[in-house]
């Protein structure tokens, strides 16, 4: 072994052999490496450690990593840089070893809700801005559909605008169909790693099809059809766009490890909540049965929206219903 940096002595493989890049799509095994110059279908090899927490993960779509290219245009993974963050099936938070992780390295998630067909679900939105918090990842509303808007939406818009915009997350309304709103969404897009989540038949592949027309993504009115895709929906894809930056479309992901989160510790991800938990009168309050809770008087008084509170017990029900079946 060559134990001087500075030397350049024999090597058995040269430098050029050793090559950053981003894992766009990963099936286990096998993934997917973009470089600034090509992608690389490179093997993965067991689990890495990840920083120095002594974590072990399999890699991840958005992992940035080094790859050892073979003689036969295939590589294999060497190394998995430290994430800034990820979204996993399971874990949250603290629990960060045991999840399984689908998307590393994201800069905002983005729920995607559509006006109409289906009609914006609060609940859904819920879900995923817990996991974003609690992984510290910022977030946002893409409202599609904007064509199909009628003046008696505008209860649903005003309701929508009061759950999220007050509280400080965006809401982007636009129409994959006639443009509106495109620009501002691509704006916030440019040389970043962006998460579109959303419930089947919103639109968010005909959005990536209108932000980046090459890629001709199948939407649903084709794949009821035909089927196809269909095996590939459990995968995180990041697809690259022009303008720098991805786009990860997570079909078929309904969840970011909502459940495997605390009960105590649930309140902490609803960020106007989270200021009124020191008033409560229990350290350990739950918000839901004890009393002198702050949280309910916040709800009472208007601060915490009661379509947001429902969430939080929602959420905290099938939380507490799955430790149960965890400890069977
Ligand atoms: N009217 C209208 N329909 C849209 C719009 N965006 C998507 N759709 C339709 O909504 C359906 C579901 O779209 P798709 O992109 O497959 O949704 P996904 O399941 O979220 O990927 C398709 O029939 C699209 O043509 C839009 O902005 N306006
Ligand atoms: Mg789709
Ligand atoms: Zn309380």
Same mark, same amino acid.
């Given at each position: ?10 090597? +058995?493989?040269?430098?050029? +052999? ?20 090509? =992608?690389?279908?490179?093997?993965? @090899? ?27 245009? =295939? ?13 996993? @099936? ?11 992780? %689908? ?25 995923? $801005? ?29 309701? $929508? ?16 169909? *006639? ?31 209108? %932000?980046?027309?090459?890629? !001709? ?8 059809? =035909? ?12 697809? #690259?766009?022009? #303008?720098?930056?991805?786009?990860? !479309? ?15 510790? %649930? ?16 350290? *350990? ?24 509170? @429902?969430?939080? $017990?929602?959420? $905290?029900?099938?939380?507490? %219903? ?7």
């Amino acid at each position: 072994m060559n134990a001087s940096p500075d030397t350049d002595g024999a090597r +058995d493989t040269s430098p050029a +052999d050793l090559v950053a890049g981003t894992v766009i799509r990963s099936t286990g095994s096998w993934c997917d490496v973009r470089t600034d110059e090509e =992608t690389i279908p490179a093997r993965v @090899r067991g689990r890495f450690q990840l920083g120095e927490q002594g974590a072990t993960s399999p890699v991840a779509v958005g992992d940035r990593v080094m790859v050892k290219r073979n003689a036969d245009a =295939t590589g294999v993974i060497t190394q998995i840089h430290e994430r800034k963050n990820q979204l996993g @099936r399971r874990a949250a938070g603290r629990r960060v070893g045991r999840e399984h992780i %689908l998307v590393a390295n994201i800069d905002c998630v983005w729920i995607v809700q559509s006006i109409r067909l289906p009609h914006p679900n609060p609940g859904f939105v819920d879900r995923v $801005l817990v996991p974003a918090e609690a992984n510290e990842i910022p977030a946002g509303i893409v409202l599609n559909k904007s064509d199909l808007i009628q003046e008696k939406h505008a209860g649903i818009i005003a309701e $929508l605008r009061n759950n999220y915009a007050r509280i400080g997350y965006p809401i982007l309304t636009v129409s994959a169909k *006639t443009g509106e709103g495109m620009e501002a969404l691509r704006e916030h897009l440019v040389e970043k790693t962006s998460v579109f989540t959303g419930p089947s038949g919103v639109g968010k592949s005909s959005l990536i099809n209108v %932000l980046e027309p090459g890629l !001709d993504i199948k939407t649903s009115h084709v794949s009821a059809k =035909t089927q196809k895709g269909r095996h590939t929906t459990a995968y995180a894809t990041l697809f #690259s766009l022009k #303008s720098g930056g991805y786009i990860v !479309d997570t079909p078929g992901i309904r969840e970011f490890g909502v459940l495997y989160i605390d009960p105590w510790e %649930l309140s902490h991800y609803f960020i106007e909540i989270k200021p009124y938990l020191k008033a409560c009168r229990f350290p *350990t309050c739950t918000h839901d049965h004890e009393p002198d809770c702050a949280v309910k008087q916040g709800v009472t008084e208007g601060g915490i929206s009661e379509q947001r509170y @429902r969430s939080y $017990l929602n959420i $905290l029900d099938a939380i507490r %219903l799955g430790d149960k079946d965890v400890g069977r």
